[in-house]
Every structure is written in C-alpha cells, then in structure tokens.
C-alpha cells in the first residue's frame, strides 16, 4: 500500500490497480502535474470504454456457452 502522503505513489498504485500500463500511468501523472484535467478525464474515459468493451465481449461470450449448455441439456446431449 502506498503511503497516503505521497501523492504520486497513490496515483500510481491506484492506477496500476485499475490495469493501466506503466506508460499510461505515467501519461496520467504527467496531465494531473500539468493540471491538464480535461485531457487527463478524456484519457481515462478512453481507457474505461476500452475496459466496458471487454466486458461487453466477455459477456457475449458467456451467453454463447450458456446457450450452448442449455441447448445441450434440452437436447439430451450432441
């Protein structure tokens, strides 16, 4: 855990945590020491569709096997 009074280590370790690479973490803390904060918000919601869009892939991929395995039992098997 980083120490709460340095700042730049909660940025990083929250970052990290969030899956960001070393580059984009090091991007975001370049934006937040420059009080690019518009920037710094676009960046991020640029990273978070990325991350909703796995989501939504994996899900898709999910109910393709739910489906598949209901199908399955319905069927009395292949």
């Not at 009074?5 to 803390?29: F, Q, Y």
């Not at 690019?36 to 569709?49: K, P, Q």
Request: aromatic residues 10%; proline residues 0%.
């Amino acid at each position: 855990m980083a120490n709460a009074a340095d700042k730049n280590a909660v940025i990083w370790e929250n970052l990290t945590d969030a899956g960001l690479s070393r580059e984009s973490v090091e991007r975001c803390i370049e934006l937040i020491n420059t009080k690019s904060y518009t920037a710094l918000e676009r960046y991020l919601a640029v990273y978070r569709n990325k991350l909703l869009d796995r989501i939504h892939e994996y899900t898709a991929r999910l109910d393709c096997l739910d489906y598949f395995t209901y199908d399955l039992k319905k069927n009395g098997g292949i």
